[in-house]
């Protein structure tokens, strides 16, 4: 019964009688309201990492960098050293006081001692390590020089670039080692097992590990044959779209900051296939200064070709070509530096000494500035499918051997004239040191020309025979029909080959049967033509040979030899060869016409050597 009673509420009783005078005051009514809380409850927060993960499960596990980066971010501003050192309270204290009291302040030290505790160290610990590991994730992103990414304090985030290069192999990529299964001791082979078995398990897993993904095989593919399409109009256009090369300023950030991932994706397709293709665009941006290209690709291309430039041990055949190409695609970006990163690149390239340097490559380097390399790639129409180095070298060539073939021919059509005023003097008494370095400059360009072959190396090697043997096939010269530089030079080397044929050394000088013929025409102008016995001692009777004086008059009706400044180039005296060319085919043309009005045939020669 008292159990029951006490678990129940019993009114209070009261006597009957009077009512009390003082009522009592009704309790005020108690309102349940949310309690505030300045952090919630660990619980909740168990809560919301556990739902945080089970959603993170559910869409993917980002990488494990990036959750890294953000507690790193976290961690540094909710560090109280970062934010403040000390909690401030902001209610006030309000009244009046009663009795003197004298308040001793700290001092320093003791001030020191006191905000200086355990706590606070361990805080400044804890915001180092925050900034040391958001440094490490930060650092390798960033596209630092070479030399500094090489530095000792950089190899303390060398784990940053490892990871990344971990999670490029876990995605599919080249996969070097396993240190997982090379700590474990290997169990003994199987009684049933035979060795072909094992060895066929081993290479299959083995080529699985080294086997690339799906992507890298795509890409490389693309690239690829983005690279096989050299030399068409849409070369470019597929190498934009191979290398993903961005437009625009969003794109040059982009590309600038992704610059460190794509280097890590680079290294598990073809970093060579890749340096090539970054280094084509380049050379394309190079040649096609004209093209309607933006800034920021020909930027962004420069800073991505620059990286994977490499040293001069692994692409020494390619390296001056490529650092030529930097160089002038350098020079075509407006920016403040260019112009003198472009004169350091060029000045490198000029001193780089290797046995690999083509021998054009090093006549371009030192017979042109970059100043003057720039003009000629924007003057002349070059092949796109060269590299500019060798598009350079193979304008260069073409021009000097037009100079030396169109001195060649002056000298071999006046040896012995010596003529005063604003033509070059041809005499035997010329300066012995300027015919032996003239005779090197040949060498260089002969060199130079076959080293770069093709129809260049045929016309150098032509113009080798016309100088040192005189003996030269015409006829595969003379059957080409385009029109262009080497045109003109194929019709200087006939004009030269065909004078010899047609008034070779022992026939070249017609003075003495011109004086003896000229006095027998006064004498008697109705005698007869003298007979073959009748030709005095010493006259030999030549062969007219009509074939070769029509190719040789039209090998001097080519435009070759019309005036004009090669360059505004000066041989002596304030000469020029153009000038110097027009006078000497006007005399051969002369000697074609006496040759044909006296008598063809019966021209004779008085030979006083021989008598």
Known sequence: MMSATAGMVVPEKRKRGRPRKNPPVPAPPITA??????????????????????????????????????????????????????AQHTHTHSGSVLSDVTVKLPTSSILSSEQ??????????????????????????LPLPRGLRHTRLMRLVSFGTASRDTRGSARGGFTTHISSTDALPTPPASPSASDTESDTDSSSSTEELHAPSHDNVHAANRIAGAI?????????????????????????????????????????????????????????????????????????????????????????????????????????????????RAEALWNRAKIHESKLVQPY???????????????????????????????????????????HASVLFVRTASPDEDVSGD???????????????????????????????????ALVDAFAKAWQSGVLDIDGLLSSDEEGE????????????????????????????SAVEEESSTQSILSPPPSPSSCPSGLVRVGYDKEAVLKLRRALGSSAFDFREIEGKVLEEGAKLGETLEETRDRVVDLLVEYERRGRGRICKFNVQEH
């Open 116 to 141: 200086w505790t355990w706590n606070n160290f361990v805080q400044v610990v804890h915001l180092v390590v925050s900034l040391l590991v958001f440094a490490t994730i930060v650092f390798p992103w």
């Open 423 to 457: 033509t070059w003097a041809f005499s035997e008494q010329n300066d012995k040191r300027g015919e032996k370095d003239e005779e090197k400059r040949w060498r260089e360009t002969i060199s130079a020309g076959r080293s770069l072959g093709g129809q260049v190396g």
């Open 228 to 340: 096989a399409t050299k030399g068409l109009p849409e070369e470019m256009d597929h190498l934009v779209a191979a290398l993903g090369l961005g437009h625009g300023v969003f794109g040059l950030a982009r590309g600038t900051f992704t610059m460190g991932r794509k280097r890590s994706k680079d290294k598990s397709v073809d970093r060579e296939l890749v340096r090539r293709a970054w280094i084509r665009l380049g050379e394309l941006f190079a040649m096609n200064v004209s093209c309607n290209t933006a800034v920021t690709a020909r930027l962004q291309t420069y800073l991505r070709a620059l990286s994977l430039l490499g040293s001069p041990a692994k692409s020494a055949i390619h390296y001056t070509s490529d650092l030529c190409t930097m160089a002038l695609l350098a020079r075509c970006i407006p920016l403040p530096f260019a112009d003198s």
């Open 486 to 513: 080497c045109t003109e030079i194929a019709a200087l080397l006939n004009a030269i080959v065909l004078y010899r044929q047609v008034f070779p050394p022992s026939v070249l000088s017609c003075t003495a049967i």
């Open 361 to 403: 490559e090093r006549l371009v380097l030192n017979s042109i500035t970059l100043k003057e390399a720039a003009t000629r790639l924007r003057e002349t129409t070059l092949p796109t499918a060269n590299s500019p180095l060798r598009a350079l070298a193979t304008s260069l060539v073409l021009d000097r051997v037009r100079e």
């Open 33 to 86: 309201s949310a309690p505030v809380m300045l952090s919630p409850p660990p619980v909740a927060q168990e809560a919301n990492i556990s739902m945080m993960q089970q959603q993170m499960h559910s869409q993917g596990m980002p990488p494990q960098q990036y959750l890294l980066a953000v507690f790193a971010l976290f961690s540094f501003f909710k560090s109280p050293l970062a934010s403040s050192m000390s």
